[in-house]
């Protein structure tokens, strides 16, 4: 048995598929079959139960793909120790970010990091806070970019930037030619939000219910861009972060708000033990420094 078989019958587990697995890996699909046959061989019991149509992994199997990947983890962090050893500000690291977030702050913060750490391979994962959390808490991540606090335990949290809301409405609803907002504007206007899972939802749902806002629970958005959509089409009005605000949409209008400022702190966090501390803060100063040029 050798990791390379392991990393076939994990990509087995991950397609339910021999073709696209062996795809994946690179291999011949009768290369895949015979080393998975032999890893069975191995081990001494039936790993996948195939048939015509479908391929479906055993009891057994199931167990010992979770641990295959145990296993893969944990070499794969011990390869990347020893390159980090090498090179502390070089190697892989695999950083997650909300989507909320991710296309409008990457662009302009990849080109600082690789101008300030040319040896670093940036990995990214976008994913909703709960899932991304969950990664950098089982050593998945490394980092995460998102919305503060995240209330984990063994995490620490440095704040990269706030992002104000602004009012985002059609040009034909009553208030576009309005030059300023305040919280008060909210009052019975119909807001739409994103869908259940997304830290702006839950962000700006708390800003609307404070100021007597009613929720469209007829629609629920699966991106900003769709939340843009609508608010042109005329369904009702939104709370747009200040960096997903761009000009190309010509009937939307963004008001900012007046006194209270609704918004977000953006941060980046990271767990409190990991061996990138030094790698961490370097990257934190300069992301701040980054944010602060762009916001």
């Known amino acids: ?95 997650g970010i909300i989507p909320t977030v991710a296309p409008h702050l990457l662009p302009r913060i990849l080109p600082c990091i690789r101008e300030h750490f040319p040896n670093l391979r940036i990995q990214l994962t976008e994913g909703q806070t709960a899932v991304i959390s969950a990664m950098l808490k089982s050593g998945e991540l490394d980092a995460v970019i998102a919305a503060l606090p995240l209330e984990e335990d063994n995490i620490d949290e440095t704040r990269l930037y706030f992002e104000p809301f602004y009012l985002a409405v059609s040009d034909q ?24 899972g997304h830290c702006l939802r839950d962000q700006a749902l708390s800003v609307c219910r404070s100021n007597n806002a009613v929720e469209n629970t007829n629609f629920r958005a699966t991106s900003i861009e769709t939340l843009r959509q609508m608010v042109a089409a005329n369904i009702g009005v939104t709370l747009m972060p200040e960096l997903a605000i761009h000009s190309a949409q010509a009937n939307v209008r963004y008001i ?28 934190s100063g300069i992301l701040q420094d980054g944010c602060r040029a762009t916001v």
């Open 1 to 95: 048995m050798n990791l390379r078989d392991l990393r076939y019958l994990v990509a087995v587990a991950e397609h339910l598929h021999f073709g696209r697995a062996a795809e994946a890996c690179f291999v011949s699909q009768p290369t895949l079959s015979t080393q998975i046959k032999k890893l069975e061989e191995f081990l001494g019991v039936t790993l996948i139960e195939r048939t015509n149509r479908q391929v479906i992994l055993t009891p057994i199997g199931e167990s010992i793909v979770a641990r295959a990947r145990v296993i893969l983890r944990e070499v794969e962090q011990l390869v990347q120790t020893a390159e980090e050893s090498r090179d502390p500000l070089g190697g892989n690291f695999r950083l």
């Open 173 to 196: 609803h009553p208030k576009a030619g309005q030059r300023h907002v305040t919280l008060k504007d909210l009052d019975q206007e119909e807001v739409l939000l994103l869908e259940d």
């Open 256 to 283: 900012p708000f007046d006194g209270q400022v609704p918004g977000r702190d953006i941060g980046l966090a990271w767990r409190s033990s990991s061996p990138r501390l030094a790698l961490l803060q370097q990257l």
